[in-house]
T-cell receptor, first 113, second 115 residues
Framework: SQQGEEDPQALSIQEGENATMNCSYKTSINNLQWYRQNSGRGLVHLILIRSNEREKHSGRLRVTLDTSKKSSSLLITASRAADTASYFCATAPSQGGSEKLVFGKGTKLTVNP | SAVISQKPSRDICQRGTSLTIQCQVDSQVTMMFWYRQQPGQSLTLIATANQGSEATYESGFVIDKFPISRPNLTFSTLTVSNMSPEDSSIYLC????????????FGPGTRLTVL
């Protein structure tokens, strides 16, 4: 079953604006990851944040994690047309012996030039 | 990191036929995963394929429908058997380098359309 739920489902912004996507999950996690998918192709790993971390940065990406609210956000600053893609969060559950990533439904981001 | 290739990149198949998808990795890896992504949906794990053992299938997926081979540490195949239009999806393989719940590296996917 899917654990991560992203919102919004779709987001359209102008180039140069910031884009914020959110992910909520239901069970305890070891880590949470964000992936990008361009036009139905393979997924590209963006960033991993562990359950004991609250914030991570990578270039124009900023990820936050609030384990008390079971939520994460991905911020893309100064967006570019090339950022147009679908973004998925994936959680690694920490309980029940599960060793598998569980992907959310994704946010489709469109950056208009 | 790992570089993964898949063949074919896309195919259009007739109902009732089978298609075998190949996944090749540029380094030896223990864990390989096969996912299905139905149109407009997220990824659903089909099975985990570890070399030297039978594949482990997720709920809702069975070996007769999705037989998997893992002959060595750099290669795996997924067969979609007796296809129906509901099998139209993107099929992706991925590998876990540090562990199944750490970063996974994905192939480019195989876009399958069943008529």
């Amino acid at each position: 079953s899917q654990q991560g739920e992203e919102d919004p489902q779709a987001l359209s912004i102008q180039e140069g604006e910031n884009a914020t996507m959110n992910c909520s999950y239901k069970t305890s996690i070891n880590n949470l990851q964000w992936y990008r998918q361009n036009s139905g192709r393979g997924l590209v790993h963006l960033i991993l944040i562990r359950s004991n971390e609250r914030e991570k940065h990578s270039g124009r990406l900023r990820v936050t994690l609030d384990t008390s609210k079971k939520s994460s956000s991905l911020l893309i600053t100064a967006s570019r047309a090339a950022d147009t893609a679908s973004y998925f969060c994936a959680t690694a559950p920490s309980q029940g012996g599960s060793e598998k990533l569980v992907f959310g439904k994704g946010t489709k981001l469109t950056v208009n030039p | 990191s790992a570089v993964i290739s898949q063949k074919p990149s896309r195919d259009i198949c007739q109902r009732g036929t089978s298609l075998t998808i190949q996944c090749q990795v540029d380094s030896q890896v223990t864990m390989m995963f096969w996912y299905r992504q139905q149109p407009g949906q997220s990824l659903t794990l089909i099975a985990t394929a570890n070399q030297g053992s039978e594949a482990t299938y997720e709920s809702g997926f069975v070996i007769d429908k999705f037989p998997i081979s893992r002959p060595n540490l750099t290669f795996s195949t997924l067969t979609v058997s007796n296809m129906s239009p509901e099998d139209s999806s993107i099929y992706l393989c991925s590998v876990g380098i540090a562990g199944p719940t750490d970063t996974q590296y994905f192939g480019p996917g195989t876009r399958l359309t069943v008529l």
